[in-house]
């Protein structure tokens, strides 16, 4: 069974870079057919997806963060990353990393999720 | 974007009662390749990861209770838990995997009465 949990810094300065990292475990992040994602959710709120990534490098980003987002994949590590620049205090949410598949005629929502990591953006 | 909307934001349902919750969205998601519908459902509670329970609409993850069951089609879609167990109390989110960015529901948050 395909494990994940997330890790980073707890406390991020306004203006400054959010980086997480998701490691993954029971599974490769090389197979083919698996997406890795980043999914965030501010307390108290709901879910946002922010983009996923292959082990290919391929990557698609929400319109609503592309301008300051990347996620990246360190095949080597078994680990995904999420940079987001630029951040306020509206990024203050748990990040979850999660997984989905595609079976070669569609795509299937995410079924294994990280336990979530509370980033705060603050000074 | 995909909006979805479910309804009602929250609900209290006595222990061994029928709840339902709704989800619209504000367009199709029926697969074409395989003519399902990528809609999802999803229990969080508190300081947990969402759990999948639900995708197609209507396909029970492995392990789920089957007192959870969906249904709908296009662009309405339902939970519907036959029995309510003191274990359901949940925030339920649906999801539409139909398109990127894929995006969730607002909740609705399932209490006992």
């Known amino acids: 069974q395909v494990r994940l949990q997330e890790s980073g810094p707890g406390l991020v300065k306004p203006s400054q870079t959010l980086s997480l990292i998701c490691t993954v475990s029971?599974?490769?992040?090389?197979?083919?057919?698996?997406?890795w994602s980043w999914i965030r959710q501010p307390a108290g709120k709901g879910l946002e997806w922010i983009g996923r990534?292959?082990?290919?490098?391929?990557?698609i980003y929400n319109p609503s963060l592309t301008s300051r987002v990347t996620i990246s994949a360190d095949t080597s590590k078994n680990q995904f990353s999420l940079t987001l620049t630029s951040v306020t205090a509206a990024d203050t949410a748990v990040y979850y990393c999660?997984?989905?598949?595609?079976?070669?005629?569609?795509?299937?929502?995410?079924?294994?999720w990280g336990q979530g990591t509370l980033v705060t953006v603050s000074s | 974007d995909i909006v979805m909307t479910q309804s009602p934001d929250s609900l209290a349902v006595s222990l061994g009662e029928r709840a339902t919750i709704n989800c619209k969205s504000s367009?199709?998601?029926?697969?074409?390749?395989?003519?399902?519908?990528?809609l999802a459902w999803y229990q969080q509670k508190p300081g947990q990861p969402p759990k999948l329970l639900i995708y197609?609409?209507?396909t029970r993850e492995s392990g789920v209770p089957d007192r959870f069951s969906g249904s709908g089609s296009g662009t309405d879609f339902t939970l519907t838990i036959s029995s309510l167990q003191a274990d359901d109390v949940a925030v339920y989110y649906c999801?539409?995997?139909?398109?990127?960015?894929?995006?969730f529901g607002q909740g609705t948050k399932l209490e006992i009465k």
């Open positions: 999660a997984t989905f598949h595609y079976d070669g005629t569609a795509f299937y929502p995410e079924d294994y």
């Open positions: 990534i292959q082990a290919n490098g391929n990557t």
């Open positions: 197609w609409a209507s």
């Open positions: 029971g599974g490769s992040i090389r197979t083919d057919g698996y997406y």
């Open positions: 999801q539409q995997f139909y398109a990127t960015p894929r995006t």
């Open positions: 367009q199709s998601v029926l697969y074409g390749s395989n003519n399902k519908n990528s």
